[in-house]
């Protein structure tokens, strides 16, 4: 069992950069790829960024590549998602899921999720 916890999320102006943490409980998390998804007002969830179990993988959906940064920290049990340039489009609630496989982009095979962090980017 993995409970996710999200923080760092709040309200930017454009081209402003904020960090989002993902802190998990459970001492198998470092077996777990993690992967950071999003849900617009209206909009469904997309996927932003993916990791895999060791960090040495990542991928990052199109929108966000080159701005967004996934990383993690197995000792701390924690995964970051450090955005910058942000823009108005990537308003949302940010979420962060778990999987103890290989990372995916499909939400619907995460098992384990956290509440979400709220991002709001000003113009």
């Known amino acids: 069992q993995v409970q996710l916890v999200e923080s760092g999320g709040g309200l930017v102006q454009a081209g402003g950069s904020l960090r989002l943490s993902c802190a998990a409980s459970?001492?198998?998390?470092?077996?777990?790829?993690v992967c950071w998804f999003r849900q617009a007002p209206g909009k469904e969830r997309e996927f932003v960024a993916t990791i895999s179990w060791s960090g040495r993988n990542t991928y990052y959906a199109d929108s966000v590549k080159g701005r967004f940064t996934i990383s993690r920290d197995n000792a701390k049990n924690t995964v970051y998602l450090q955005m910058n340039s942000l823009k108005p489009e990537d308003t949302a609630v940010y979420y962060c899921?778990?999987?103890?496989?290989?990372?995916?982009?499909?939400?619907?095979?995460?098992?384990?999720w956290g509440q979400g962090t709220q991002v709001t980017v000003s113009s």
């Open positions: 899921a778990a999987r103890s496989y290989s990372a995916s982009v499909h939400s619907n095979e995460y098992d384990y």
């Open positions: 459970g001492r198998t998390f470092a077996s777990y790829a």
